[in-house]
């Protein structure tokens, strides 16, 4: 069996002076010249040492000026801290400032990196980072590998905002996108998600509709083909957004 990618945390160079340190729980950073722009802050503290190392060894002794959370649940935020008693690093996210809808650009001579926030798929608190030159997309949790990234009802309201959100994030273009957990990929698996979503909708409502039993639909939506490689998802991934569609077919909301 081949073994889960995540396994052992790989460094990526993704450009000349960006680097993403993919695991279970994902990190980034870029060279911006005179400091060292991070984004998210992972999991487990103790993993402080570890990445101050791959950070020196990749871009150099330079100060890690600001840190940028794709939100600000645990798993993306546990070392803000460390960052701030450094270096004296600034916190971004949408509890430590306000940030214009549009975005907020971090600009060096060589390099852009814009935050942008996209409430409502996964918290009120998302954003993406989008670095255009090194054409990288930290998605955060919004690309969970087959997640649907929201837990509320999918009524007609969320199924549009996701769908858009996804529409904007796929008008990146990105080379990588890099969720918040689990391998790298690239646009063609945001575009296969939408696709995905679509079809979760249109067979479990449809059954659910035709008074298919829970039992019948669980066992007769099975995971797609293609699909069958995605980061946990025949695992856990594909049920989990199986029962939310269920969930929402059976509260009424796929028709509101
Ligand atoms: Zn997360």
């Known amino acids: 069996m081949a073994g889960d990618p995540t396994d052992t945390p790989l460094v990526i160079s993704a450009g000349d002076g ?46 890690v000026r600001y840190v940028l959370n794709t939100h600000t649940h645990y798993d993306h935020v546990s070392l803000n801290g460390a960052f701030v008693d450094r270096f004296g690093a600034e916190i971004v996210n949408q509890r430590t400032t ?74 990146f273009d990105a080379e990588i996108v890099v969720p918040g957990h689990g391998p790298v990929c690239g646009a063609a698996e945001l575009v296969r998600w939408v ?32 699909m069958l490689g995605w980061w946990r998802f025949v695992a856990w991934k594909h049920a989990d957004a199986l029962s939310k569609v269920l969930t929402s077919a059976r509260r009424g909301a796929l028709d509101a």
């Open 18 to 63: 960006c680097f993403i340190r993919q695991a279970i729980d994902n990190m980034g950073w870029c060279d911006m010249g005179d400091y060292i722009l991070v984004v998210d802050a992972l999991e487990d503290a103790p993993l402080e040492g570890e990445v101050m190392a791959a950070i020196a060894e990749t871009v150099g002794d330079k100060p």
């Open 98 to 171: 306000t940030i214009d809808p549009a975005g907020r650009v971090f600009e060096s001579p060589g390099r852009k990196v814009c935050m942008i926030p996209m409430p409502g798929c996964h918290t009120r608190e998302d954003c993406v980072i989008w670095a255009p030159d090194d054409r990288v997309l930290f998605a955060g949790d919004i690309f969970g590998w087959g997640l649907i990234p929201s837990g509320g009802l999918l009524n007609a309201e969320l199924r549009g905002l996701l769908r858009n959100t996804y529409q904007r994030l796929i008008d």
């Open 195 to 226: 696709e995905y979503f679509d079809w979760l909708l249109e067979t479990v409502g449809g059954m659910a509709a035709a008074g298919k039993s829970d039992g019948d639909i669980k066992a007769t939506v099975t995971p797609p083909d293609d």
